[in-house]
């Protein structure tokens, strides 16, 4: 199953790391290749209700980071601002911004 890291703007975020089925992670982020997506743009595209039942399935399975095999996406929550650094939602093409 695929890893992914959650990042919210909360100040004491722990950057969780949930596992999720292929399906559940190619709904989150259908790019090719992509790694990264925001949670805003993921309801956006799917719905509220079907991005809730996704989602749901991530919270059931978190992953203890010391024993973690790869990180295959990072989901942003309440971080638009950042929307700037990934305009390609691939991490590898993190851009600086200016």
Not at 5 to 21: E, H, L, P
Request: aromatic share 12%.
């Amino acid at each position: 199953m695929p890893n992914i890291q959650v990042i919210d703007g909360a100040d004491n975020c722990t950057y969780d790391v949930f596992a999720i089925s292929v399906d559940g992670f190619r709904e989150i982020f259908p790019g090719e290749t992509q790694d990264v997506e925001f949670v805003d743009d993921f309801v956006a595209r799917v719905g509220e209700q079907h991005a809730t039942s996704v989602l749901n399935e991530l919270w059931r399975h978190p992953v203890d980071k010391k024993i973690v095999e790869g990180i295959h996406g990072t989901l942003f929550f309440e971080l638009e601002r950042k929307k700037v650094f990934y305009p390609t939602k691939k991490e590898s093409e993190m851009s600086i911004g200016l």
